[in-house]
């Protein structure tokens, strides 16, 4: 089945390294999302991508970068996480403006 | 910015009767507005949707109800049973946003039995 693939699903990692969030998809979508999840305020837009050369950021872009390295994939990292970027990811696709989204499983990220 | 406001944030019910949430956005430019339901430890999944060209759009027990002009939708759940306990989310296409999904914060939709 074509689907959203998130790595990793679960991570803990010390205050101040840099980490990388992974997410691939099947579905041939050109448009990819990532959003964080936090408890009462629901899916936050960090960056959204059209296509490999055209990336934008979202609603809380600051503390995070992504890269789009091919049509299929979109990964988000974390330069020097902190302990209030502990959150659900999610990532997402879509294949146009008005369709639905697609989600990963999500990656539980913990700063410690 | 653009943005969502969800209401309520937590919605109790008996199993068998009906659940109503509403949505409110800001974009005027906004066409599509599609509901998420998310059990726990599990990713959103789409359970309707709703484009600007129509008023109303129903599925079995779900329907959605669209006020271009008072911007604001509502997601109405009848019959409910224990299965629809899970967290609901809104969502409307934001023009600013390249057309990106910008969601309300939620409602926790408890059915007991």
């Known amino acids: 089945d074509a689907d959203v693939t998130q790595t990793p699903r679960n991570r803990i990692t010390k205050t101040g390294k840099r980490i990388m969030l992974e997410c691939s998809q099947t579905k041939g979508h050109d448009r990819m999302y990532w959003y964080r999840q936090d408890p009462g305020?629901?899916?936050?837009?960090?960056?959204?991508?059209?296509?490999v050369k055209d990336i934008n950021k979202g609603e809380i872009s600051d503390g995070?970068?992504?890269?789009?390295?091919?049509?299929?994939?979109?990964?988000?990292?974390?330069?020097?996480?902190?302990?209030?970027?502990?959150?659900?990811?999610?990532?997402?696709?879509?294949?146009?403006?008005?369709?639905?989204?697609?989600?990963?499983?999500?990656?539980?990220?913990?700063?410690? | 910015g653009e943005n969502v406001e969800q209401h309520p944030s937590t919605l109790s019910?008996?199993?068998?009767?009906?659940?109503?949430?509403?949505?409110?956005y800001s974009d005027s430019a906004s066409n599509y507005f599609p509901?998420?339901?998310?059990?726990?430890?599990?990713?959103?999944?789409l359970i309707i949707d709703i484009r600007s060209n129509v008023g109303e759009k129903k599925d079995q027990?779900?329907?959605?109800?669209?006020?271009?002009?008072?911007?604001?939708?509502?997601?109405?759940?009848?019959?409910?049973q224990p299965e629809d306990s899970a967290v609901y989310f809104c969502a409307a296409s934001i023009?600013?946003?390249g057309t990106a999904l910008i969601f309300g914060k939620g409602t926790t939709l408890s059915v007991s039995s």
């Open chain 2, 95 to 97: 023009a600013q946003a």
């Open chain 2, 13 to 24: 019910v008996q199993e068998g009767d009906s659940a109503v949430i509403k949505c409110t």
């Open chain 1, 41 to 51: 305020l629901g899916l936050r837009l960090i960056y959204y991508s059209f296509d």
């Open chain 2, 35 to 45: 509901w998420y339901k998310q059990e726990l430890g599990k990713r959103p999944q």
């Open chain 1, 64 to 112: 995070y970068s992504v890269s789009r390295q091919a049509q299929a994939k979109f990964s988000l990292s974390l330069e020097s996480a902190i302990p209030n970027q502990t959150a659900l990811y999610f990532c997402a696709t879509r294949a146009g403006r008005n369709t639905e989204a697609f989600f990963g499983q999500g990656t539980r990220l913990t700063v410690v």
């Open chain 2, 61 to 80: 027990r779900i329907a959605v109800t669209l006020n271009k002009t008072a911007k604001h939708f509502s997601l109405h759940i009848t019959e409910t």
